[in-house]
Structures are given as C-alpha cells and as structure tokens.
C-alpha cells in the first residue's frame, strides 16, 4: 500500500476532533455490518444512562484487553471513494506494538469499473506512528513471523495521520490499559447504554463511550454523544468497537477474537540499531 503523507491536507477542525478523542480513549474516562458475523438486536428498551453495573463492566474492559495481550484483532476502515482497508493482526498492550497485515480493496479509480484488491502487504505500529513493508515472496507464515525476517530499513515507516486508517489504529493501540477505568467517571461523562446483541452466540450490551469534555448533551452531532461504540459481555470483554468519523457513513470498525497465544511481536521494526 502506497500510503501518502496527508498531514498537511486536513483541516485545523478534523485534527481537534481526532485528537479529542484519541485523548477520551487513552484516559479512560472511560463492526457492526461486517458479513462475518451475525448480529441481532434482542432487547427493544430505549437507550438511557449506564447503571453503575455496567459502567463498572464498561470501565474493566480496556484491563481485560491488556491482561489477554497478545490480542487477535481485525480493523476495517473505508477510505471514500469504495476503498476499504482491513488489518489483521495481533496487539500487545502490555508493550503497545503491534503487527499485521493488509488489504485495500474496491474501485483502482481509474477507467472503467475495475474492482477487486489493488494493494496488499505488511503493517506494524505503535502509538506514535506505523511501518509498511511488502510481503516476502513465498512466505505463507503468520505476518508476525513473516515481520520478524524484514530489516529495520525495509520497513517504511511515519507518523499518523488524520485518515480513517490511521485514526482507527491510533484508536486501537490505546485501548488496552493496565488498571480499570473509574466507573462513577464514565458515568458521569455521558456513557451511555444503547441496546443488547448477540454476537457469534454470546451476548453483548452496547455502550456509547463517554463525551468530550464540554459536550452539551442533546446538542452537536448526534445529541453530543461520543463518537466510540463498544460491545462488552457480561464479564467486561470487549468484542468491538466502532468509531464514526466526521463525513463519512461507515464508521471504522475494531473486531477482537480473543488471545493469539502464539504470537511472538518482532522486534526489528522497533529496533533501535
């Protein structure tokens, strides 16, 4: 994937908001759509304020993810234009690196209604910024063992962006944490509880994430509700995440499957020789 540097093309206003809300993830005060999974809706009562039980489950959640690292996850972020970019990898929170790979698939825009994947590859990040490297020809290897055999300079690397992609790995790298969020916090941000579903047979309440500090409830963009969504079980596992992002429908989307005992995360492209 040929990422180009955009930090220059975006707007003063969509840099504030992602930083916002990078800063609401990483402190805690605290995908739906995807065919792979199928979801449904069992409970019809309409959304209200978390409890305090729940507050408490969604505070556990970001310490469930550090305590299960290393953490198989899957992220889905749509470009515009019908370019979609998937990551599957695995994160450690307990280090905050992590590594994958990708796909960019739908329209090539160039003449004709050509679709299909167009570019495809290895990524590793961190929270301060990621690395691409082509995949070595004939390794059919899990991307982690495939990264761990790249040299530090065959990786290119840069800082984030304000794009869907990196804004959702940006996201991603900071949700784990090593303590338990404060449950009477995220309460009083403006959690909220929006519903019930049922994912790959276990059930899942949905929680809008706490607001940005100023927020008005019932005003702005969505009555001032957070732009993050989370599926989290009753022992406060979370499976998802979604996050909408300012212009566009199709919010980016973090799916968790769970521990990936086997994975070892490389160390050349954090390396420091």
């Known amino acids: ?31 739906g759509g995807m065919a792979a999974y199928r979801t449904y809706s069992d409970d019809t009562t309409t959304e209200r304020p978390v409890t305090m039980e729940e507050a408490s489950r969604l505070a556990l959640s970001r310490l469930n993810l550090h305590q299960a690292s290393p953490v198989a996850v899957t ?56 690395g691409l490297a ?42 784990g944490a090593d303590r338990p969020d404060n449950p009477l916090l995220l309460a009083q941000s403006g959690a909220r509880w929006l519903g019930r579903d049922r994912v790959d047979g276990r059930n899942y309440d949905r929680f809008a994430g706490p607001r940005a500090q100023g927020v008005t409830p019932g005003a702005g963009p969505d009555d001032g509700r957070s732009p993050l969504t989370y599926w989290v079980d009753a022992d406060g596992g979370l499976r998802r995440v979604t996050m909408r992002m300012p212009g566009l429908g199709t919010p980016t989307t973090v799916e968790f499957s769970g521990r990936e005992g086997r994975a070892k995360l490389p160390e050349a492209p954090w390396g420091t020789g």
């Open 75 to 130: 992220l889905t972020a749509t470009e515009g234009g019908g370019v979609v970019v998937r990551v599957k990898g695995v994160v450690d929170y307990r280090t905050h690196q992590a590594v994958g790979s990708y796909q960019v698939t739908g329209s090539s825009g160039t003449s004709g209604p050509a679709t299909g994947q167009f570019d495809h590859g290895l990524i590793v990040w961190d929270t301060g910024g990621l």
């Open 134 to 175: 082509p995949v070595p020809k004939g390794d059919n290897r899990p991307p982690w063992q495939q990264a761990e055999h790249i040299p530090r300079s065959g990786w290119s690397a840069r800082s984030y962006t304000t794009d869907p992609l990196d804004a959702g790995l940006q996201l991603l790298i900071g949700l």
């Open 1 to 31: 994937m040929a990422r180009k540097r955009k930090a220059d093309g975006r707007t003063p206003r969509r840099a504030l908001w992602l930083r916002t809300l990078i800063a609401i993830t990483a402190c805690g005060a605290a995908v």
